[in-house]
């Protein structure tokens, strides 16, 4: 099965981005990548999703021994780009880390938009599985 292409404002088969333009300090270029690695985590690790708020949300993540550092060098990554974001990288057990998300009231679409990436990311996962 053939998946649609998104065309985007950053040109080619590349995923709308889920932070404004005007709040992500990251160059243009690398902003796919970034996209992609949260993707990869998301698909390969998201266990469970808990929207509490608008503006939080806790990602329980499941993976191996590398997961506590993975999770929480793509949390600093973020941060060092979008400052508004706040990531708290808890390790729950020897493979699962719980990811706690908060952004300002003025950035609440960007925490949906990232909630939004990560079902569809793990849904995506889940499918190719099956497949």
């Known amino acids: 099965?053939?998946?649609?292409?998104?065309?985007?404002?950053?040109?080619g088969d590349v995923p709308p981005p889920w932070v404004p333009v005007d709040a992500c300090t990251?160059?243009?270029?690398?902003?796919?990548?970034r996209v992609?690695?949260?993707d990869a985590l998301f698909a390969q690790t998201l266990a469970h999703i808990q929207q509490d708020s608008a503006v939080g949300a806790?990602?329980?993540?499941?993976?191996?021994?590398?997961?506590?550092?993975?999770?929480q060098r793509l949390a600093d990554r973020e941060t060092g780009c979008c400052s508004f974001f706040?990531?708290?990288?808890?390790?729950?057990?020897?493979?699962?880390?719980?990811?706690?998300?908060?952004?300002?009231?003025?950035?609440?679409?960007?925490?949906t938009a990232l909630v939004q990436r990560a079902q569809e990311a793990r849904t995506g996962a889940?499918?190719?599985r099956t497949a």
Request: hydrophobic share 50%.
């Open 1 to 11: 099965m053939t998946k649609p292409v998104t065309i985007s404002e950053w040109g």
């Open 26 to 33: 990251l160059p243009t270029v690398e902003q796919p990548v």
């Open 36 to 38: 992609a690695e949260f």
């Open 58 to 71: 806790r990602f329980v993540l499941t993976g191996g021994a590398d997961l506590v550092e993975r999770a």
């Open 86 to 111: 706040a990531f708290t990288i808890t390790p729950t057990g020897a493979d699962s880390v719980v990811m706690d998300v908060v952004v300002p009231d003025e950035r609440a679409e960007v925490l």
């Open 126 to 128: 889940a499918e190719a």
